[in-house]
């Protein structure tokens, strides 16, 4: 299975996840399957609120879904409608995040638990994940 983790940096295993999917540097790619990472530089990581297109961004990989901190409503819903699905990371340390996807234990992202805005706060982004979703 090919996971897209949006993160600060292109450090595999060693990185940290960014705090919002459109906004992160790169988009590092985890083959399952073979333990293997390559990260992809996300030349649309500086917008607006709600102006990414994660669907353009992920192009040319065959990605089964996304495991993040946080991401906007439209977001969510164009990856959902394109096969993609959506799991929220509880923590930014990617050691932690890879042991959850294997054992099966994020929260599935859907447009009621999407963020509102960038700022964190009232409104905002809480970047609360976690859960039990099985799937990945």
Known sequence: MLVCIPT???NGRED??????GSAPFFTMYDTDK???NAVNNGVGAHEHGACNPVAALMGHKVDCVV???M???AIEVLNH????????ATDNMSEVLESIKAGTLKEADPASACQGHGHGAGGCSHLGGGGVQGL
Request: glycine letters at 20%; proline letters at 0%.
């Open 8 to 10: 600060n940096g292109n």
């Open 68 to 70: 993040c901190r946080g």
């Open 82 to 89: 394109s096969g993609i699905r959506v799991f929220l990371a």
């Open 72 to 74: 906007g409503r439209r």
């Open 16 to 21: 940290t996840l960014c705090g919002h999917f």
């Open 35 to 37: 333990d293997e990472f």
